[in-house]
């Protein structure tokens, strides 16, 4: 749904949105830099 996607500023695919707050948008993150934002939401 690109009204959700434009409604957190993200302006370019892919994106990534945790807990309501973008992490990252418009590369395709690793998967290393993925697991780090995993275990910083967790903690």
């Given at each position: 749904n690109?009204?959700?996607?434009?409604?957190?500023?993200?302006?370019?695919?892919?994106?990534?949105?945790?807990?309501?707050?973008?992490?990252?948008?418009g590369?395709?993150?690793?998967?290393?830099?993925?697991m780090?934002?995993?275990?910083?939401?967790?903690a």
């Amino acid at each position: 749904n690109m009204g959700r996607i434009t409604a957190y500023g993200v302006m370019s695919t892919p994106g990534i949105v945790m807990d309501g707050r973008v992490m990252g948008f418009g590369r395709l993150l690793s998967r290393e830099e993925i697991m780090e934002m995993l275990r910083e939401q967790k903690a």
